[in-house]
Nanobody, 121 residues
Framework: QVQLVESGGGLVRAGGSLSLSCSTS????????MGWYRQAPGKQRDLVER???????DYADSVKGRFTLATNEAKNTVYLQMNSLKPDDTAVYYC???????????????WGQGTQVTVSS
């Protein structure tokens, strides 16, 4: 079974930086897309930034110029560098991937366990 293993997060003051990482655990055929979502208390889970196998990079306007998503060469690990953090960035951050486990398998919708990011004013 493929899992996403997250690390990073924590507490930082406004204007500070944090980084998150997420790697895949288990064997699979291919990754369709991979990236980060976040969910603030009482709000829906929203996209932060992700890449797709087709070569596109999608991100929320609210993080443009402040957050950077990077991958390793194998594109099975993602890193999110978060700079100039604001209190509004406070949320649980979830790693997500659409993964095809086998060449003929349907696409699996895989989520990490979530990691808390808290930005104090």
């Amino acid at each position: 079974q493929v899992q996403l293993v997250e690390s990073g997060g924590g507490l930082v003051r406004a204007g500070g930086s944090l980084s998150l990482s997420c790697s895949t655990s288990g064997s699979f055929f291919s990754i369709i897309s991979m990236g980060w979502y976040r969910q603030a208390p009482g709000k829906q889970r929203d996209l932060v930034e992700r890449f797709t196998a087709g070569g596109s990079w999608d991100y929320a306007d609210s993080v443009k110029g402040r957050f950077t998503l990077a991958t390793n060469e194998a594109k099975n690990t993602v890193y999110l560098q978060m700079n100039s953090l604001k209190p509004d960035d406070t949320a649980v951050y979830y790693c997500h991937a659409f993964i095809r486990v086998g060449s003929a398998s349907p696409v699996a919708d895989v989520w990490g366990q979530g990691t808390q990011v808290t930005v104090s004013s």
